[in-house]
């Protein structure tokens, strides 16, 4: 009876044991049957730590990503093409783990030509050793949750020396963001109409109409050109940085056969360097050649707010598009979140 109570009470010690994460500690956490949405979240967690230590081994670099890389945008595209993937904890995280090394990387000086950062959506900062300018720099996603959290997104804003804004689409305007320039004593140029009165240095142009600013303390000239996404103002900014080169940035520029019209002239009156398009941009290979550039860095993929999954735009059909100009024989830098590259004329 004895030997009976003992086998009784070892064979209840053993079953408690397998029930617990201490004898079994992948059981608790990895285990996902019945728990459909965690089971999600767990392999984006996953996929997004992979894919961003992918980028960082595979940088970018002109042409063709090498296929690691390109493996690893691809990933991207399709977590980001997965509505239940949007606003979840991994993209957070992934994210602004991305922007957190724009932060730190803008203290890095830049001793010749331009580095170009990306960030989300159609974004960027460039900076020369003399100043760094910020194009279309938003927090993304809603109000009460941004993608790119406060401290890291004000912090890359307190960073640079002016905001240029291509127009009002909340994926490229933020008023807090363009505030926040305006408090340090920094100058944004916003689009005819936008943002009248909000701050003295909150400067929208008085015509819509091409427009040279020149900003001496900072070495650089600024020529808007007046382009239009459809009906709304779309402020095309040329940013001449003197002595290290000129980069084109289009905003959402698209649908106006009348602005394709000068934009084939853009490369006869302005050497580009870099031209930054909307990734989407109708005629994009005819822009390309009106611009006339050295390097082609798109912008504007994966937008997640207002866009449904077939206009968030994938890396993957950058690719293509630019496999498709191979005639151009131009060199093009496809990169995303967070990442940077060295541009020396
Ligand atoms: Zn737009
Ligand atoms: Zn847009």
């Known amino acids: 009876m004895r030997t009976f109570t003992t086998l ?46 992918m980028l960082q081994t595979y940088i970018p670099e002109q042409n063709q990503p090498a296929m690691p890389r390109e493996l690893a945008l691809v990933s991207l595209d399709q977590l980001l093409h997965d509505t239940d993937n949007d606003a979840t904890a991994p993209f957070y995280n ?44 938003i927090p993304g996603g809603p109000d009460n949750k941004p993608f790119i959290t406060d401290s890291v997104i004000y912090g890359i804003a307190g960073k640079c020396d002016a905001l240029f804004i291509s127009h009002w689409h909340p994926d490229h305007a933020n008023l807090n963001i363009a505030k926040s320039f305006a408090a340090r004593g920094k100058r944004v140029i916003a689009p005819k109409d936008l943002w009248v009165g909000a701050d003295p240095l909150i400067q929208p142009l008085d015509e819509h109409k091409e427009t040279h600013i020149e900003f001496a303390d900072l070495d650089l000239t600024l020529h808007v050109l007046p382009g239009h996404q459809g009906d709304i103002y779309n402020n095309i900014n040329v940013v001449e940085f003197h002595g290290a080169g000129t980069v084109a940035q289009t905003g959402d520029q698209w649908g106006r056969e009348d602005d394709l019209a000068w934009i084939d002239h853009v490369h006869e009156k302005y050497d580009i360097d870099v031209f930054m398009p909307n990734c989407w941009m109708d005629q994009l290979q005819r822009a390309i050649e009106g611009f006339g550039p050295k390097l082609i860095i798109t912008g504007h993929e994966n937008e997640l707010g207002e866009h449904s999954i077939d206009h968030r735009e994938a890396y993957w059909i950058t690719i293509k598009k630019m496999e498709l100009m191979a005639e151009l024989e131009l060199p093009y830098v496809l990169m995303t979140w967070g990442e940077w590259y060295d541009y020396k004329k």
């Open 8 to 53: 009784l009470l070892l064979a209840v010690a053993a079953f408690a044991t397998a029930q617990t994460s201490e004898a079994n500690p992948y059981a608790d956490k990895y285990i996902y049957q019945g728990y459909l949405k965690d089971y999600k979240l767990g392999q984006a967690a996953e996929a997004y730590s992979a894919i961003d230590t």
């Open 94 to 137: 992934f994210i602004n783990t991305r922007m957190k090394r724009v932060l730190k990387d803008l203290d890095r000086p830049v001793s010749e030509g331009l580095r170009i950062y990306k960030l989300y959506n159609d974004g960027f900062i460039i900076k020369s050793k003399k100043a760094t300018v910020a194009i279309d720099l």
